[in-house]
């Protein structure tokens, strides 16, 4: 028979918002997550990358005439962890990052977080991605208008257990595709039965991503102009009659399939010295068929980029 003594204390139902965490109380809280192997489940295995995906925050960036521009960010943060640790104290990248906060973000100061991370979380590899819409201002091609185009971007730091710092740069295109087959056909049934056709062309979307050498630098802008001069064919924010006629005409005169878009990405990227490698995947959302046409291509250096590419989904626009 259970004694009043023996009886589990009820528990208060209560927030007290008035309770001080001393020194003394928050030494006394369990540390899980660093209480080591004895506590592991699971396979006995080192981790090759966890952390936290998707936290959001306000960062400053250089934008394109060299002005201070804000933008919403959203990064992953993540490193190794040896076989023997149980886990990592996930708060601390977030906390880490933070202090960065203030600073201008670009590649160039992913090195200085990454080795950060190494040393407060004890790992030998981190990586960082910062995902963000960075806008630019587009001339409409004949009357003059102007408006934002906005660019999903990326910059992503990579860091080894040599403490070698690798710095990608991820970059969004969207364009028009207009089929030369289609082009032809048309011209065709114009020409020997004067009929009037068509020709198909649909929003296509370029990744391009680029590994920038550690000494160098390349802009978003440089690679947004790269992008316009190999393909020409941007899609338009500010439209009069005049400039959807003047698309028109470039999508006749800038004819291309999925195949030929990223040979021309690869001709802009490939004779710059400052990126080190580079990946182009095309996709070609298709008005003809109700499947994508895709494409990609690499510079192919010895551990750079692989052709390979998860989801081509997720470059729908």
């Given at each position: 028979m259970e004694t009043p003594s023996d009886q589990q204390k009820p528990l208060k139902r209560e927030y007290d918002d008035s309770f001080v965490v001393t020194p003394e109380y928050r030494a006394s809280l369990p540390d899980v997550q660093n209480s080591g192997?004895?506590?592991?489940?699971?396979?006995?295995?080192?981790?090759?990358?966890?952390?936290?995906?998707?936290?959001?925050?306000?960062?400053?960036?250089?934008?394109?005439?060299?002005?201070?521009?804000?933008?919403?960010?959203?990064?992953?943060?993540?490193?190794?962890?040896d076989a023997d640790k149980k886990g990592i104290n996930m708060s601390r990248i977030i906390r880490i990052f933070y202090e960065y906060k203030n600073e201008v973000f670009s590649p160039e100061i992913l090195a200085g977080i990454l080795r950060h991370y190494k040393s407060k979380l004890d790992s030998k590899e981190a990586r960082i991605k910062a995902?963000?819409?960075?806008?630019?201002?587009?001339?409409?091609?004949?009357?003059?208008?102007?408006?934002?185009?906005?660019?999903?971007?990326?910059f992503e730091g990579l860091i080894d257990r040599a403490d070698r710092v690798r710095k990608i740069i991820h970059f969004d295109?969207?364009?028009?595709?207009?089929?030369?087959?289609?082009?032809?056909?048309?011209?065709?049934?114009?020409?020997?039965?004067?009929?009037?056709?068509?020709?198909?062309?649909?929003?296509?979307?370029?990744?391009?991503s680029?590994?920038?050498?550690?000494?160098?630098?390349?802009?978003?802008?440089?690679?947004?102009?790269?992008?316009?001069?190999?393909?020409?064919?941007?899609?338009?924010?500010?439209v009069r009659r005049e400039d959807e006629q003047a698309f028109a005409e470039m999508n006749g005169a800038k004819v291309k399939f999925v195949e030929d878009a990223a040979r021309l990405l690869y001709d802009q990227l490939s004779d710059d010295n400052r990126i080190i490698d580079f990946r182009v995947v095309c996709s070609h959302f298709e008005s003809l068929h109700s499947h994508d046409a895709v494409a990609v291509l690499c510079r192919g250096i010895d551990g750079g980029f692989r052709a390979e590419y998860e989801d081509f989904t997720n470059l729908v626009v």
């Open positions: 192997n004895s506590e592991m489940e699971g396979a006995n295995v080192p981790i090759l990358q966890v952390g936290i995906s998707g936290f959001k925050l306000p960062l400053r960036f250089v934008g394109p005439d060299g002005e201070d521009l804000a933008v919403e960010t959203s990064v992953t943060g993540t490193v190794s962890l995902n963000f819409s960075y806008p630019m201002i587009q001339r409409s091609l004949r009357s003059g208008l102007e408006g934002y185009q906005y660019y999903g971007c990326s295109f969207v364009y028009s595709s207009a089929c030369p087959c289609a082009s032809e056909l048309s011209e065709h049934a114009r020409e020997t039965r004067d009929l009037l056709a068509i020709p198909h062309s649909q929003r296509s979307k370029a990744r391009v680029v590994e920038v050498h550690p000494d160098r630098e390349v802009s978003l802008l440089e690679l947004r102009d790269m992008c316009i001069n190999g393909l020409n064919t941007e899609t338009q924010v500010m």
